[in-house]
């Protein structure tokens, strides 16, 4: 069994239940669905610092558009060309 630590939260009684019952229709206990939760969440919000640091990045090296250019390559989207 790989290593582990016990972290405890606090949670409204509604999600409590919730949780509670999620573990007994899945028969997974609480604990493996909660650390199950953090870790989906961490993972999201992980890449979407990332994904904000790398567009600072590309402002800081100059990398962007005018408003009215990226409107007009939206405007673009979803029509056919001509053959």
């Known amino acids: 069994m790989s ?3 016990l972290l405890s939260a606090r949670v409204s009684p ?3 239940q919730r949780l509670a019952a999620l573990a007994s ?3 997974r206990s609480k ?3 909660a650390a199950q939760a ?3 969440f961490v993972n999201v919000q992980e890449w979407q ?3 904000i640091q790398e567009g600072l990045a590309a402002v800081d090296r100059g990398e ?3 408003h009215s250019q990226a409107l007009a390559i ?3 989207w979803g029509v056919r060309e001509k053959d």
């Open 25 to 27: 229709t899945t028969r």
């Open 3 to 5: 290593e582990s630590m």
């Open 14 to 16: 509604d999600l409590a």
């Open 49 to 51: 610092v990332a994904a």
């Open 74 to 76: 939206l405007d673009t």
């Open 64 to 66: 962007v558009v005018s």
């Open 31 to 33: 604990s493996f669905l």
């Open 38 to 40: 953090i870790e989906e």
